[in-house]
């Protein structure tokens, strides 16, 4: 009995240092310091103990990991590592044929100004491909050629007009 044990602490303890993995990597796409949540959060994180979080020095409990998950404003799911899948990438696309450049760049801090259904539907769209990608630095999201044909779908215009819409929307102003 002492030998499962004996595994199940270090399935714990691999599994608590990835936790600590994916909060430092949430937290540096925030581009936080440490002390920075410290005290945006009126200490309610203390930097010391982030650290250890982090780390996977100290595990985190439930209830703390949804408050920090709020206080990132990530969905508390990408606070927990994930499990790899062989061979599996995300395609690199081309939008050169259809747009003359290579991506688009969405201005995430825009975005919050777009009002009514155009800019919710919009918004739920670019925040799952966020969840997708794992990327929270919550300025700038780059958009492949899938993405911008759903992106033509929601503003109601064809692909190729697509970039231009965005353009005038002020959701975009640099190709990626």
Not at 13 to 38: C, F, N, P, T
């Amino acid at each position: 009995m002492q030998e499962i044990d004996a595994n199940h602490e270090g399935n714990d303890s691999e599994y608590g240092r990835r936790v600590g993995e994916r909060l430092r990597a949430i937290r540096r796409q925030k581009r936080l310091s440490l002390q920075d949540v410290e005290s945006e959060s009126s200490q309610e994180f203390k930097a010391s103990v982030l650290g250890a979080y982090e780390r996977g020095e100290r595990a985190i409990s439930v209830p703390r990991l949804q408050r920090l998950a709020e206080f990132y404003q990530v969905p508390v799911d990408q606070l927990l590592p994930r499990a790899t899948k062989v061979g599996i990438k995300p395609s690199v696309v081309d939008l050169t044929e259809k747009t003359g450049r290579a991506g688009v760049t969405i201005d995430l801090t825009h975005l919050h100004e777009l009002a009514g259904p155009e800019g919710d539907m919009l918004s739920r769209y670019l925040g799952m491909i966020q969840v997708q990608r794992q990327d929270f630095n919550g300025r700038v999201l780059t958009i492949r050629e899938d993405d911008l044909r759903a992106v033509a779908c929601i503003l109601g215009v064809e692909v190729d007009h697509a970039v231009d819409r965005l353009l005038d929307l002020g959701l975009t102003n640099i190709p990626a």
